[in-house]
């Protein structure tokens, strides 16, 4: 039986050690795509020199990370994908959604003057008990209210103005995960696009 040249014809180094090559040998009759016109790309993104990604460019389409003869458009999506499971989930994460929950007003209260926000939050609510201080200074927050008519709401309560600052401080992390998720993504797709498909 004849060797097939194999699909990656030279052998990765990885500390001064040579992997040995592999040979494929085909079932008989079979017909293997052409792959004479295709480019392949290896990224090294270990600290330690350990192989962690290939990514092929075959006669047109991609493949990556074992999804296979994807498009330009398809590639992006995976990889949008892959770096949204790599931002999300740590501590921050946990601590963001707390904050914005915390923050939401779920709790009914008594009548509220016109133009402010129904409801109060839990942060506010217990934060008001804890931290109980009048401050000698009106303090500005943002709520609901003060969104849709653009002006921040003051109050000289210092528990009430964190509890109103931590919904801020979810989203503001939330909005830090996005962005980075979307500067990955272009980033990583820019290196392994062929120049025609990239963005800019």
Known sequence: MVPVKPVLPFALSHQDHLLPEFRIYPAKNLRLPDYSNSTISIQNTGSEGVLMDTVEQL?????????CNISSGELFFWIFLDKINDQFGGIKDVVAMSCIILGLPLLKTRGKPYGTTAGT???SKYLRQLLNVEMPIRLPTITEASIATLKPKYVTNLGAFIGRGLPVV???IVASDV???VYKTVRD???IAHEKDRIW
């Open 170 to 172: 979810g989203w503001a």
């Open 121 to 123: 939050s839990i942060a």
């Open 59 to 67: 006669n047109g389409t991609y493949f990556y990370k074992g999804v």
């Open 179 to 181: 962005s980075q998720i």
């Open 189 to 191: 797709y820019n290196t």
